[in-house]
């Protein structure tokens, strides 16, 4: 295996004074051990090879959390610690280490994000997503496909030197210096 690609998917919306330590227990199953876990089973031949990627897709909430999104505002900044951690004990051995933090990027989990939102609410989906576009200095929802040329580039032999990063894809949402 020369690269592995971490995607947990989104645990269920939830506030921070709501939701349980049972909630957090099962979100960190899925969304954390199951990934260490799998970098455990193939890291060994990786670093033996001298070649490995290792690409963790997490969400901007890593740098901002996300409102009414505490489980994955927790979860995913545990695992972009495990991360970076990770990232500099094997980056002598040729396997690199990075983050994904996609923002709104245009898929089915986002309009469904949409929708939740516009439920618990008093605005319609259409102002929702007005909203959100207009939080956008690009103007609009990233395409999935941008979103994959940047872990395609990521995978490939010629990010050899880019390790232990966080990679927003996110139309500058997100504001880091």
Known sequence: LDILVLNSGGPPRGT?????????????????????????????????????????????????PIPGLVLSNAVRAALASWCKTLAGEVAVDGVTVNLLLPGQIATDQLAGLHT???????MTPDQVRARALAAIPAGRFGDPAEFGDVAAFLASPRAGFITGCAIKVDGGQTVTL
């Open 16 to 64: 921070a004074a709501a939701t349980s330590p049972a909630d957090f227990a099962a979100a960190f199953d899925r969304m954390f051990h199951a990934q260490v876990a799998l970098v455990q089973a193939f890291l060994s031949d990786m670093r033996a090879r001298r070649f490995g990627r290792i690409l963790a897709v997490a969400s901007t909430s890593v740098i901002a």
């Open 116 to 122: 939740a939102m516009a439920e618990s609410s008093a």
